[in-house]
């Protein structure tokens, strides 16, 4: 059974985890058919962005701790690949939570690069009520998305945030109705679809990198050799064109 479905098109590859009948839940294959599809991705230089969802009736109720063994750390971490995968990828990435996104499950969207919410989703974070410890760098994820309130309400006080709470909080960018869900997160990853795909990567690059910077100063030196590139490459060379000829023509 295909565990996931990638679907491709405006730049943008829609991967779609498929196990309904789990709820989406992470087990080892679904992490390695997910390997699979991103890398794929990734290789198809018409790409510049990626979707992240789930099949209804939820967007992935987190991961199927069965797979644990006898050391627990391998276990896990085996387990998370899956959504580590998902973060380690060049390409940007759009979470579309349609549903209920549970534990490891809610580790998927954090980790992506933005979260869209349906009015359905439901951000679950469960962990302690099942007698687990946050794990996944989830504490981290959810505290820099969303600040230590939201992530201590969620996580020791179990509040689960649905769609429209999500988007307040500012753990979801915006909340959506279900039916326009997909479409509003389409548009969104392909407005980085139709930019050139090296200058993409290299601006995702350095967001991520930019964080650990602790000066304006340092943060002008970070960014200044890639703008530098930037402004040698053709994209910009004809946009330059284009705006000196709407300067002359006015």
């Known amino acids: 059974m295909d565990l996931v479905r990638v ?14 009948d789990r709820r989406n839940a992470v087990n080892l294959d679904m992490c390695a058919q997910l390997d699979e599809a991103i890398t794929g991705l990734e290789a198809d230089t018409s790409i510049n962005a990626l979707v992240i969802t789930g ?5 992935c109720a987190g991961a199927d701790l069965s797979h644990l063994g006898d050391s627990a750390e391998e276990g896990l971490l085996a387990i998370y ?17 349609n549903g209920a996104a549970v ?6 969207a ?6 869209l919410a349906g009015k359905s989703a439901r951000f679950d974070d469960r962990f302690l009520n099942l007698g687990i410890h946050p794990g996944g760098g989830h504490t981290w994820m959810f505290q820099n998305i969303a ?10 006080f179990s509040e689960i945030l649905d769609g429209e709470e999500a988007a307040r909080v500012g753990l979801a960018w915006r909340c959506y109705e279900d039916d326009e869900l997909l479409e509003a997160a389409h548009a969104m990853a392909a407005r980085a679809g139709a930019n050139d795909r090296e200058l993409v990567l ?16 340092a943060a002008v030196d970070h960014e200044l050799g890639p703008q530098a590139w930037s402004t040698r490459q053709p994209t910009f060379r004809d946009q330059l064109e284009k705006l000196k000829a709407r300067i002359s023509n006015r």
């Open 202 to 217: 290299k601006t995702k690059q350095t967001i991520q990198d930019i964080r650990y910077v602790t000066s304006q100063r």
């Open 147 to 156: 600040g230590p309130q939201v992530t201590a309400a969620a996580v020791l």
């Open 110 to 115: 954090l980790i992506c690069d933005v979260r």
């Open 55 to 59: 099949e209804p009736p939820a967007f």
């Open 7 to 20: 679907e491709t098109a405006d730049g943008v590859g829609t991967i779609t985890l498929n196990d309904p």
């Open 81 to 97: 690949e899956g959504f580590l995968r998902v973060g380690r990828s060049p390409l940007p990435t759009v979470a579309a939570v």
């Open 103 to 108: 534990g490891a499950g809610m580790n998927l």
